[in-house]
């Protein structure tokens, strides 16, 4: 009996990794793809905010543009991501990963006191990913790493930021089936293995036998 590889699944599949700043979750999307390249998949990597014309502005007006408009910013650098880049290579049957997606878009802005049920509303139709990672550690250890590394933006630099991002994401992802990774106490490639393993059982099936 063999092991049917991911890329036979009738479409490629859609991976997500989200989870608190400074978590690691770029260097962990690089060692999952290195090992689904060695076990013979086509990979795509992308992240979010796209590099698309919407991401771009969306990363430029981060700092200065708050609340709705930007939540709603975000969301169309999303479906624009997705119709653009991931729906695409999907449809080719690669593997895509993505480096934050829809539990991101739940969670960032909160942080502008948004109502959780509205930034429900707002990315609701996006394709829901085939597997959604999602990183957790003691906001202490995460507070840490942000302050060795610096804040990216305006959200890293409120006060109690990791404690406030852990628990939005603790709400925001009741509503998905998540994998849960603790990446406080194993390195990125451990991880990488974990995930790696996780998609072997989900989607890799017996190959069927036929008899002359």
Same mark, same amino acid.
């Given at each position: 009996?063999?092991?049917r590889?991911?890329?036979?699944?009738?479409?490629?599949?859609?991976?997500?990794?989200?989870?608190?700043?400074?978590?690691?979750?770029?260097?962990?999307?690089?060692?999952?793809?290195q090992?689904?390249?060695?076990?013979?998949?086509?990979?795509?990597?992308?992240?979010e905010?796209?590099?698309?014309?919407?991401?771009?502005?969306?990363?430029?007006?981060?700092?200065t543009?708050?609340?709705?408009?930007?939540?709603?910013?975000?969301?169309?650098?999303?479906?624009?991501?997705?119709?653009?880049?991931?729906?695409?290579? *999907? /449809?080719?049957?690669?593997?895509? =990963?993505?480096? &934050?997606? $829809?539990?991101? !878009?739940?969670?960032?802005?909160?942080?502008?006191?948004?109502?959780?049920?509205?930034?429900?509303?707002?990315?609701?139709?996006?394709?829901?990913?085939?597997?959604?990672?999602? *990183? /957790?550690?003691?906001?202490?250890? =995460?507070?840490? &790493?942000? $302050?060795?590394? !610096?804040?990216?933006?305006?959200?890293?630099?409120?006060p109690?930021?990791?404690?406030?991002?852990?628990?939005?994401y603790?709400?925001?992802?009741?509503?998905?089936?998540?994998l849960?990774?603790?990446?406080?106490?194993?390195?990125?490639? &451990?991880?990488?293995?974990?995930?790696r393993?996780?998609?072997t059982?989900?989607?890799?099936?017996?190959?069927?036998?036929?008899?002359?």
């Amino acid at each position: 009996m063999t092991l049917r590889p991911f890329s036979d699944h009738r479409r490629g599949l859609l991976i997500s990794i989200d989870g608190p700043s400074g978590a690691g979750k770029s260097t962990l999307v690089h060692h999952l793809a290195q090992l689904l390249v060695a076990a013979g998949e086509d990979v795509h990597i992308t992240a979010e905010p796209s590099t698309g014309p919407i991401g771009v502005l969306a990363r430029q007006l981060t700092e200065t543009v708050t609340g709705h408009a930007l939540a709603c910013l975000y969301a169309a650098d999303r479906y624009h991501h997705v119709e653009t880049e991931i729906r695409p290579h *999907l /449809e080719l049957g690669k593997a895509v =990963i993505s480096d &934050r997606y $829809v539990p991101s !878009g739940l969670v960032m802005q909160r942080f502008d006191g948004l109502d959780p049920a509205f930034l429900w509303a707002l990315n609701a139709e996006a394709t829901r990913p085939d597997l959604c990672v999602i *990183l /957790e550690a003691d906001p202490d250890i =995460i507070a840490r &790493r942000l $302050v060795e590394r !610096g804040a990216h933006n305006r959200f890293q630099l409120a006060p109690g930021s990791s404690h406030a991002e852990a628990h939005f994401y603790r709400q925001a992802t009741e509503r998905f089936d998540v994998l849960r990774v603790d990446c406080g106490t194993r390195p990125p490639e &451990r991880l990488a293995e974990v995930i790696r393993d996780r998609l072997t059982a989900f989607f890799a099936a017996p190959a069927i036998e036929t008899s002359a």
